[in-house]
């Protein structure tokens, strides 16, 4: 079991610019979970995905920001034209279910934005 | 929404000795909470969680206490050795039993 596996795990973009991050959940988990972290804001849910389907992307900006699971192996999470305040460490969970199920947290990855 | 605050930022101990670490709630519905360890350069790793049906539980050296009533709950590090040195994060379910709402992290550092 590699765990949950995050691509890539440092990623520099202009401003303006597109980002694409991948996540491959831990196989037989049917909870996907995003989540960005910085210094200033720490650890915010971002969006979750239950048996591929988006439930909540309460934490996702709005205008800019989307996810998507095009199947149970893995999901996207795509920042359009992004902005220095988009530089964090992005975070894929995944987890067995929802319902106090631990979630299981990939390496990250480090976006920053020029 | 689910708010956790997570009392000490920073906590320094001697090797040895334990540690606390506390966290208040604000949603009487958060029923599961876990605690994450995040080394320096690293992810979170889980340690410990405990579901709101317990008020007590116990892993080696880790034990969690929950308070329902005052909507608090602590990890405590007993016997704490150097490469317990990291950030520690307490979080909170919430409503809706999924996501986790997360404290704003505790740096732990054991001295020898």
């Known amino acids: 079991n590699a765990g949950v596996i995050q691509t890539p795990r440092h990623k520099v973009t202009g401003k303006g610019q597109e980002a694409t991050l991948w996540c491959e959940p831990i196989s037989g988990h049917s909870a996907v979970f995003w989540y960005r972290q910085t210094i200033v804001q720490g650890l915010e849910f971002l969006t979750y995905?239950?048996?591929?389907?988006?439930?909540?992307d309460s934490g996702m900006p709005k205008e800019r920001f989307s996810a998507q699971m095009p199947n149970q192996s893995h999901s996207t999470l795509k920042i359009q034209s992004t902005q220095p305040q988009d530089s964090a460490v992005y975070l894929c969970?995944?987890?067995?279910?929802?319902?106090?199920?631990?979630?299981?947290f990939g390496p990250g990855t480090r976006l920053t934005v020029l | 929404g689910e708010k956790v605050e997570q009392h000490e930022s920073t906590l320094s101990v001697r090797e040895g000795d334990s540690a606390v670490i506390n966290c208040t709630y604000t949603?009487?519905?958060?029923?599961?909470f876990p605690w994450y360890k995040q080394e320096a350069g690293k992810s979170l790793h889980f340690v410990i969680d405990i579901r709101s049906n317990v008020d007590r539980k116990q892993s080696q050296r880790l034990i969690v206490l929950l308070d329902k009533k005052a909507k608090r709950f602590s990890l405590h590090i007993t016997a704490t050795q150097p490469e317990d040195s990291a950030i520690y994060f307490c979080?909170?379910?919430?409503?809706?039993?999924?996501?986790?709402?997360f404290g704003a992290g505790t740096r732990l550092k054991v001295i020898a």
């Open positions: 949603d009487t519905a958060s029923s599961y």
């Open positions: 979080a909170a379910n919430g409503t809706g039993n999924y996501k986790y709402v």
């Open positions: 969970a995944s987890s067995l279910g929802q319902g106090g199920y631990e979630q299981y």
């Open positions: 995905f239950r048996n591929q389907a988006p439930i909540d």
